[in-house]
């Protein structure tokens, strides 16, 4: 079992609906990430919560919205999404930012289908 | 933003064969992980090198770290259907991303 914890494990949504994703962690762990992973592709980088601020925006649009209620929980809010942001979106978390030798906890996703 | 390039990109062997990918920068880095994803899941770490030269063995897995710390081999010994999946490196100071990663199917 991972230590970081994501739900929903699927999710099927409308392009007119809201929904949130969750994930937790309880390492005490002061970074958190959301990656987006097509099939097939690596992760790729959309947010970085450091000591619950946000670091790092890789340009995710704005359909797209991460929120960190404190140091062991992380959201991202979607709200009018396309079919082309389907795809699985990965939550991790570190000891601390980069450069610390502080190796990602990844959990295992959250599958989002968008119709 | 640094690059990490990694090759090759698919690696079909059959059970029993040895093989190396390689994980390659023009940057350097205070250190590089290995991680190793398989399907549904996220992804899970293998090793961390973080010293020039450095040499990390993990059962029949090596990971090497380059002198320059520029770049990052992991060699597999007698690879087993159970080593299949996606082989990715991060590089530390890289903002944690990763390279575009080896998918390697082992097939028994």
């Known amino acids: 079992d991972t230590e970081v914890t994501q739900t929903p494990k699927h999710l099927v949504m409308g392009m007119t609906n809201k929904k949130s994703l969750k994930c937790e962690q309880h390492?005490?762990?002061?970074?958190m990430y959301w990656y987006k992973q097509k099939a097939k592709k690596p992760p790729e980088l959309m947010f970085v919560y450091s000591y619950e601020k946000l670091s790092i925006n890789e340009s995710v649009p704005s359909r797209f919205s991460p929120e960190c209620p404190n140091s062991s929980l992380l959201n991202l809010h979607l709200h009018a999404l396309q079919p082309e942001d389907s795809a699985l979106y990965l939550c991790a978390s570190s000891q601390r930012d980069r450069g610390y030798n502080s190796p990602l906890h990844f959990g295992n996703g959250t599958r989002l289908t968008v119709t | 933003t640094q690059l990490l390039e990694q090759s090759p990109q698919f690696l079909s062997i059959q059970e029993g064969e040895n093989l190396t990918v390689y994980c390659n920068s023009s940057?350097?880095?205070?250190?590089l992980q290995w991680y190793r994803q398989e399907p549904g899941e996220g992804p899970v770490l293998l090793v961390t090198v973080v010293t020039g030269g450095e040499v990390k063995k993990l059962k029949r897995l090596t990971f090497q770290f380059g002198d320059a710390r520029k770049d990052s081999s992991l060699h597999i010994t007698a690879a087993q259907p159970g080593d299949t999946g996606l082989y990715l490196c991060?590089?530390?100071?890289?903002?944690?991303?990763f390279g575009a990663g080896t998918r390697l199917t082992v097939k028994p």
């Open positions: 991060a590089g530390e100071d890289n903002d944690m991303r």
């Open positions: 390492m005490g762990h002061r970074a």
């Open positions: 940057s350097v880095f205070s250190s």
